[in-house]
């Protein structure tokens, strides 16, 4: 399918108007099914895309991950499909921060809703949407599947990592009835394999939900997700960095290791708590307090969780002719002293 060439102000148009409808395209387009155990999802190739109604383009963004809904007692499952994130970019001619300072965005796709996050200056400006499917001649997306081998301990993770191999992860989370939960479907972007044969996993984002409260069929909200980075090193146990509102103040006490000066002088803890004293106290603000507290505060990951998980790992197989990379091959670590 061929889409004509055409100047189009997509993100202007996509502010006002995105929704999407997920009727699949034919051919290459089609959603695939599960991969079987062999495959894993080459995620630098497969996307979500839509094409709107009375415009002659097509859309495509990366996916950064995927999310199944499942329950094993009916054998029905729901497909949600996390994109990357993008800037709206800034609209007025001259660029102005104070008229239009755009902001970060995320798209969630379903087939039958699109769940759009919006991250501005403080997340006192929080407004997430959630519209329909009918606003778009089609959408949807494609998953590329890839040759894989799966990954049983933390050798071979090592072997992976040092053969330059992109490494996927799965990991399923399984509420009080096991036959119900989620799991996720993700790229590892960071990935430590150890001379004694131990790993770590740190990557992200990727989307969480709560297993005991998602059911196939409800179509999720956006206070359904909970935005994470993940930390683990065995395949039954990972660490969830989980993202909530946080003071803008938060870490203004931090000094760097090893006493390395600080661009700004850090603030002490007395300092920190004069100023909160002096904005969240003492006077008449335009607005209760509780809004004031929002405006100085944005989205971060400063919450941890430890959760049970059943992760397995894969690398997909290199491409004919190996990595392309510059300089020497990744050094060899070398093996432990009895």
């Not at 054998?75 to 949600?80: I, K, P, V």
Request: contains cysteine.
């Amino acid at each position: 399918m061929a889409i004509p060439a055409k100047a189009v102000n997509r993100r202007a148009w996509l502010a006002g108007a995105l929704s999407l409808s997920s009727l699949p395209l034919a051919g290459c387009l089609n959603r695939r099914s599960e991969p079987p155990e062999t495959t894993a999802t080459d995620f630098s190739r497969s996307f979500c895309y839509y094409i709107p109604k009375n415009q002659e383009i097509l859309v495509r963004i990366q996916i950064e991950c995927r999310c199944v809904v499942f329950d094993r007692s009916s054998g029905q499952s729901d497909e949600y499909l996390l994109t990357v994130r993008t800037q709206t970019g800034l609209r007025t001619d001259p660029p102005s921060d104070h008229l239009d300072p755009g902001y970060d965005f995320w798209m969630i796709f379903s087939k039958r809703h699109v769940l759009i996050r919006r991250v501005h200056t403080s997340s006192y400006n929080l407004n997430p949407s959630r519209p329909g499917v009918d606003r778009f001649h089609s959408s949807g997306w494609r998953l590329q599947p890839s040759r894989a081998s799966r990954l049983n301990s933390g050798k071979e993770i090592r072997e992976a990592v040092q053969s330059w191999r992109p490494l996927v992860a799965v990991s399923e989370f399984a509420g009080e009835d096991p036959s119900r939960g989620y799991r996720i479907e993700y790229p590892v972007k960071w990935a430590d394999g150890n001379p004694d044969d131990t790993f770590r996993v740190e990557t992200g984002p990727v989307v969480l939900l709560d297993p005991d409260r998602t059911e196939v069929g409800r179509s999720l909200e956006f206070d359904d997700f909970q935005w994470a980075y993940l930390d683990y090193r065995s395949f039954d146990r990972v660490r969830c960095f989980l993202e909530k509102p946080t003071s803008i103040l938060s870490g203004a006490t931090y000094r760097p290791p090893d006493r390395l000066p600080r661009r700004h002088p850090a603030l002490t803890g007395a300092q920190v708590a004069r100023i909160r004293k002096r904005l969240f106290s003492g006077w008449k603000p335009p607005l209760p307090f509780d809004q004031l507290r929002r405006l100085f505060q944005t989205d971060h990951h400063s919450a941890v969780d430890h959760r049970p998980v059943s992760t397995t790992l894969y690398a997909l197989d290199s491409p004919a002719g190996g990595p392309a990379a510059h300089g020497a091959a990744l050094p060899q670590a070398e093996e432990p002293a009895s």
